[in-house]
């Protein structure tokens, strides 16, 4: 039978990492007058007179492995440090502004190009969605520019593409809130393609859940919103949101009081808040 012979740079690479098939090799070489020759030079691992060095342990090899990774890391850790600290005052900057102007910023200025910033205009323009649904999109709007903007050799395609699913949730969200449900819907869609492209992050499924739950509400379609809100309630549990779990749980109240069973309401509003105060379940219990 052929004997197969290892390429000697593969100790160079990613096997280096692996002890066990470092070894393997090695004990190949020391049975194989032809491999050693290829290697032009004495035999890995072993002295001038011909006798196996014993390699560092795993433990060893890998923590070498690990520093070598962290390190080709570390620029990018220290510039995400830079962009979570730079982020406030970016977006303190761009909020003086009227919103034309800011999507001039946004648009001709690198030192907005920022991921952070992109979540704080995401974050204000939920919470603006719920009075003023058009302020609110104008800002997720924007902070999508931005995403857009950014360079996916840095940030990665998938990190993007959740980001962009972010955006395109909050736009929905803001849409179904000035009764705009048929561009709700669209938004949706497109908020779904682009978390399907993107790190696969639970919470913004959940989020999207629940944004579709609301939707399927203001819809009338009443069974498909109660079920939409149970799976978000579950995996904002699992993931360890008590608070947006309650959101959904309060949703998922109000669609049951919409389908004729106000006393299921009650009985789910009085969970959402032994969630939002431990204390108080505490002391139901005593």
């Known amino acids: 039978?052929?004997?197969?012979?290892?390429?000697?740079?593969?100790?160079?690479?990613?096997?280096?990492?692996?002890?066990?098939?470092?070894?393997?090799?090695?004990r190949h070489l020391r049975a194989c007058p032809a491999c050693r020759e290829a290697l032009r030079g004495p035999e890995p691992g072993t002295r001038p007179d011909g006798n196996l060095l014993s390699w560092?342990?795993?433990?060893?090899?890998?923590?070498?492995?690990?520093?070598?990774?962290?390190?080709?890391?570390?620029?990018?850790?220290?510039?995400?440090?830079?962009?979570?600290?730079?982020?406030?005052?970016?977006?303190?900057?761009?909020?003086?502004?009227g919103p034309?102007?800011?999507?001039?910023?946004?648009?001709?200025?690198?030192?907005?190009?920022?991921?952070?910033?992109?979540?704080?205009?995401?974050?204000?323009?939920?919470?603006?969605?719920l009075d003023a649904p058009h302020q609110g999109e104008r800002l997720a709007a924007l902070a999508l520019g931005l995403v857009d903007s950014l360079d996916p050799a840095w940030y990665g395609d998938r990190v993007l593409a959740d980001a962009r699913g972010c955006c395109w949730t909050v736009i929905a969200n803001a849409r179904r809130v000035a009764a705009d449900l048929p561009g709700a819907e669209a938004a949706l869609q497109v908020a779904r393609t682009h978390l399907g492209q993107g790190t696969g992050d639970r919470l913004e499924k959940a989020r999207l859940l629940a944004c579709k739950a609301c939707l399927r509400r203001a819809q009338g379609r009443l069974a498909e919103a109660a079920a939409l809100f149970r799976r978000a309630v579950s995996v904002f549990l699992a993931a360890g949101e008590p608070h947006r779990a309650a959101e959904s749980i309060v949703g998922l109240a109000l669609t049951e009081y919409d389908s004729g069973r106000p006393e299921r309401a009650v009985r789910l509003l009085e969970a959402a808040t032994l969630l939002l105060d431990p204390g108080t379940a505490r002391q139901a219990a005593g």
């Not at 066990?20 to 090695?26: D, P, Q, S, T």
């Not at 690990?66 to 620029?75: K, M, Q, T, Y």
């Open 56 to 97: 560092p342990a795993a433990a060893t090899e890998h923590g070498r492995a690990v520093d070598g990774v962290l390190a080709g890391f570390r620029p990018r850790f220290q510039a995400a440090a830079r962009e979570r600290a730079e982020a406030p005052a970016l977006f303190s900057e761009l909020l003086a502004h």
């Open 1 to 26: 039978m052929a004997k197969i012979h290892p390429r000697p740079e593969l100790l160079d690479g990613p096997i280096q990492l692996l002890p066990e098939v470092r070894g393997r090799f090695l």
């Open 100 to 129: 034309e102007r800011r999507e001039v910023l946004a648009r001709n200025s690198r030192r907005f190009r920022n991921l952070p910033l992109c979540g704080l205009l995401l974050t204000r323009g939920t919470q603006d969605a």
